[in-house]
């Protein structure tokens, strides 16, 4: 994130003021967690000036160790011997993609951080949901966005998952009939096979119109009405689809 939100997580906080509290120890720390968890942006905005390696390159990493007393290091647990790196008198700050650590690591740091997933920061979603909806609105140029607590939000990969799933469902929300008529198209073109396709595929039409039907109008008489047809076939075909 180029910007900060200020995380609203006791847990997260916590980590953020003791981290802050190591800026002027030669001591090494490791924050860990699971991937995209906000990990690297917490790091760097406590550690603006440190210096960063990733320590998959390994040639790098032995080189910046030799020489500097503060070093950022990514990626720590893709080192396999990390017990024969020079630690020692240093202010080493290591970022882990892991969710639990191996019992060697506790002593290489002084302190330990677990990052708690998205999914365990409910207090958070509301800001960063407001902030990819309007980064996606500038971004695609839309007419008009979703309202903040509207979209279902994607946590399975954290923040990767999370700003694409509101990105994706500010443009679906977005698209005009001409857009959704050549979504289709492109669709079809590449799943349209079988001796039943027309039957197979007309639920991708009726199924979300009788959707939005039921939610706009809440009565089956009126959409029955709007929708031209009587109310045994309404109720046949909410019935085929498995709509209440």
Do not use: C, W
């Not at 440190?50 to 290091?73: F, G, N, Y």
């Not at 109008?217 to 075909?237: C, H, Y």
């Amino acid at each position: 994130m180029s910007d900060y939100l200020q995380s609203k997580n006791p847990t997260v906080r916590q980590i953020e003021e003791s981290l802050k509290l190591t800026r002027n120890l030669f001591i090494s720390s490791l924050l860990y967690g699971e991937p995209h968890s906000g990990k690297r942006t917490l790091i760097r905005r406590i550690f603006p000036t440190l210096p960063i390696v990733d320590a998959r390159e390994e040639r790098e990493l032995a080189q910046l160790l030799e020489r500097e007393q503060e070093l950022i290091v990514e990626n720590f647990d893709a080192i396999s011997s990390p017990e024969t790196l020079p630690l020692e008198g240093k202010r080493i700050v290591a970022i882990a993609d892991i969710d639990t650590v191996p019992e060697r690591y506790d002593t290489l740091f002084a302190f330990l951080y677990r990052m708690p997933p998205l999914r365990e920061r409910p207090e958070d979603l509301p800001a960063f949901q407001e902030r990819f909806l309007e980064e996606a609105r500038r971004t695609l140029q839309l007419a008009h966005t979703p309202e903040p607590g509207t979209v279902k939000p994607d946590l399975s990969g954290n923040f990767l998952s999370f700003r694409a799933s509101i990105f994706r469902e500010a443009l679906l929300q977005d698209l005009g009939a001409e857009e959704l008529e050549r979504s289709l198209l492109h669709y079809f073109l590449e799943t349209l096979e079988g001796n039943n396709a027309y039957r197979e595929n007309l639920g991708l039409l009726e199924r979300p119109l009788l959707q939005a039907g039921l939610r706009r109008f809440g009565s089956q008489l009126k959409l029955a009405d709007v929708l031209g047809i009587n109310r045994n076939t309404l109720r046949k075909k909410l019935h085929e689809y498995r709509i209440d």
